[in-house]
């Protein structure tokens, strides 16, 4: 399922993969993310890169619809740009063709390593239930339907109390947001406390 685009082909999502694991163009997303916007010349200088290098990535990730320019500050040799929202959920590993999946394989390698450092710094930051940082865990039992309803109620809620960087409200702040959820092999569960 990819939000606010066409179905992909194996290619185009392998091409996508890539991209979003190349460094730089994580950096660059991470930076338009951050900023809203920016054109070759402050991505070079902020990410110390040269800007021909800048330019280049900017270009690929815009072939991606990842970011679009900004036609209304874009002129001549000076162009801006802004990323676009974009959600992917990767197919089945299973359906995949051997490059594709060498490259989710890659990707989810560096997000797993991302995401150890988020997980770290949530117990760094957590100052109680009425804090910036919130860990939850919890443990239940549910069927394979129940667990892919409450995924779509989990997106729901997502659209309900999320704001686009354009129309956040005064005091909002990007949060990281994490959801895993996959069952105990049989027989093995002991069952896991709720809460932090």
């Known amino acids: ?5 066409p179905e992909m082909t194996s290619l185009e999502r392998t091409a996508l993969y890539k991209s979003l694991g190349n460094p730089l163009r994580r950096r660059i997303l991470e930076y338009l993310g951050r900023h809203g916007e920016a054109n070759s010349t402050v991505l070079a200088r902020e990410l110390g890169e040269s800007s021909g ?53 890659e990707l989810a390698h560096l997000k797993i390593e991302f995401d150890s450092v988020l997980y770290r710094r949530a117990h760094e930051e957590y100052r109680g239930p009425e804090g910036w940082a919130q860990i939850q865990r919890h443990g239940t039992w549910l069927t394979r339907e129940e667990l892919l309803a ?14 686009a960087r354009e129309g ?17 092999p049989v027989g093995e569960w002991s069952g896991e406390p709720t809460g932090a």
């Not at 005091?171 to 959801?179: D, N």
């Open 53 to 105: 290098t800048t330019s280049y990535h900017l270009r690929k990730l815009a072939e991606q619809k990842l970011i679009e320019e900004i036609p209304e500050k874009s002129g001549g040799r000076e162009r801006w740009w802004r990323s676009l929202p974009f959600s992917h959920t990767t197919p089945d590993p299973a359906t995949m063709a051997p490059e594709e999946y060498a490259a989710v394989a």
């Open 168 to 184: 956040a409200p005064e005091g909002a702040r990007p949060v990281m947001m994490r959801f895993y959820a996959l069952p105990e």
């Open 150 to 163: 409450f995924m779509r109620e989990y997106h729901a809620l997502l659209d309900r109390f999320g704001h």
């Open 1 to 5: 399922m990819t939000h606010g685009m």
